[in-house]
């Protein structure tokens, strides 16, 4: 691909290592985030489901085919049997014992050290997911956290205006994905209601929509970024961070 040269822009571009660092460990486990946190990402982003028996746990897929070595749905399994569970070596041999986080290990781990944004994952499938990971956050005293942010968002914008009414001083985000073609004034305006992030899928993200969403007064991250260039043309358009499973890009683009 052609080089990309970025344009002058004065401003930060923060980076979200998405599910980790997730193109140099395998995304969603421990090696993941250390080599986020590692590269300088501003923050971290994870993908929360419920075992059977409603514990908060961090993995992407609806099922755990791709990802570990079992197979079926995430949520006919309880905690203790996903644990048996390897999440490393579909990702490289070195990877092998790995397995699929708690949220509570997480941030056991991470929280109050970086920035995290947390995505409820399908929680359509998990009624009450919004209470359990609130319920997670308060033991870790992280509901208002004062040095670190923590932003919960989600697909599921119902889910994220349940997650607002119970935690009322976090942030939080709409996402948005590419089959939303047209985003007028109005629902943004609506978004801005209960959400402070706009995320939009990179394809939908043009000068345009970036000023819109900022005269709602919410901040736009942008996902997935898996190159270079279409990072610095993020960058150029103004939007506010990269979620990226790449973090290392955005140091190229911006001094860190
Ligand atoms: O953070 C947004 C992004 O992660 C949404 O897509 O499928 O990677 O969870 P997905
Ligand atoms: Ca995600």
């Known amino acids: 691909a052609e080089e990309y040269v970025p344009k002058e822009r004065n401003g930060y571009l923060t980076s979200i290592a998405h599910r980790g660092a997730s193109a140099y460990a395998p995304e969603n486990t421990m090696p993941a985030f250390t080599k986020g946190v590692e590269m300088g990402a501003d923050y971290i982003e994870i993908d929360v489901q419920m075992s059977k028996d409603s514990i908060p746990i961090i993995i992407h897929d609806r099922t755990l085919n791709r990802t570990t070595n079992g197979k079926g749905k995430v949520s006919d399994y309880t905690l203790k ?36 944004l947390i995505e409820l994952k399908y929680p359509e499938l998990y009624p009450g997911i ?11 005293k992280l509901v208002k956290p004062d040095s670190i942010e923590i932003i919960i968002q989600s697909f599921n914008h119902e889910s994220i205006k349940r997650s607002k009414e119970l935690l009322p001083e976090i942030p939080h985000g709409v996402l948005v994905g590419k089959d939303w073609r047209r985003i007028s004034s109005q629902q943004l305006e609506e978004f801005a209601t209960y959400a402070d992030y706009f995320n939009p899928s990179f394809n ?41 499973d790449y973090p290392d890009y955005v140091n190229l683009i911006v001094q860190k």
């Open 130 to 140: 919004e209470e359990q990971v609130a319920n997670v956050l308060k033991e870790h």
């Open 204 to 244: 939908i993200v043009t000068a345009e929509l970036v000023e819109l969403v900022h005269l709602t007064n919410m901040t736009m991250y942008a996902y997935t970024v898996r190159d270079q260039s279409e990072a610095g043309r993020l960058y150029s358009l103004g939007v506010d961070g990269i979620i990226t």
């Open 81 to 116: 049997e996903l644990k048996l569970l390897d999440a490393g070596s579909w990702f490289g041999e070195e990877f092998t014992g790995e397995t699929i986080p708690t949220l509570n290990e997480f941030l056991g781990e991470f929280g109050g050290k970086i920035n995290i």
